[in-house]
């Protein structure tokens, strides 16, 4: 077990408040504390007679054309599973927007933690849509629809660091 996700475990039992290293959390009710370093890409979107705008995606990802970081990277809820995708989609021209979670080695009980506060936004678990897949992921998804300019956008400018804590 990594140092970084041992401290984190530490950190998040609430004995001792996080002190250096990735993650940490602090004690209290924290669950689980991840820093996202936020990445930022943008694709262009319609095409084919449809209306041409753009998808911005800000947090971090770590699949083909991944972008922004996390630390520590691991969930202290589901056994150091690999947290793979913390982001918020917006689009320019349709009403899609919304917070992605997604966490390896599925399947992943749709339990064990009540909110996941990213910054200053609160997510229910209970109000997200869950999935959990033969392909390895286990995904909560919180769509909004009507953000399309990013208003919503919990994670703020690419290159800022986000604290997003479990509860």
């Known amino acids: 077990m990594a140092l970084a996700h041992v401290m984190n475990l530490v950190s998040n039992s609430g ?3 996080a002190a250096g290293g990735s993650g940490g959390g602090g004690g209290g009710g924290n669950l689980d504390s ?3 370093t936020v990445g930022q890409t943008t ?3 319609g095409g084919s007679g449809l209306p041409t705008g753009s998808t911005v995606r800000r947090g971090f990802a770590s699949y083909t054309g991944s ?3 996390i630390a ?3 969930s202290n809820i589901y056994s150091g599973a690999s947290i793979v995708q913390l982001k918020y989609t917006w689009d320019t021209t349709y009403p899609v927007s919304g917070l992605f979670l997604q966490i390896a080695s599925a399947p992943h009980a749709n339990s064990g933690w009540t909110t996941l ?6 997510y229910q678990r209970t109000n997200a849509t869950y999935t959990s897949n033969s392909g390895g992921y286990s995904s909560w998804s919180w769509y909004d629809g009507s953000d399309n300019n990013g208003s919503d ?3 703020g400018s690419a290159g800022t660091t986000t ?3 479990f509860t």
């Not at 506060?117 to 609160?122: K, R």
């Open 34 to 36: 991840q820093v996202v």
């Open 153 to 155: 956008d919990p994670f």
């Open 163 to 165: 604290t997003c804590v």
């Open 67 to 69: 972008y922004g970081s």
């Open 43 to 45: 694709t262009a979107s």
């Open 72 to 74: 520590d990277g691991t």
């Open 15 to 17: 004995l001792v408040g």
């Open 117 to 122: 506060t990213v910054g200053s936004y609160s």
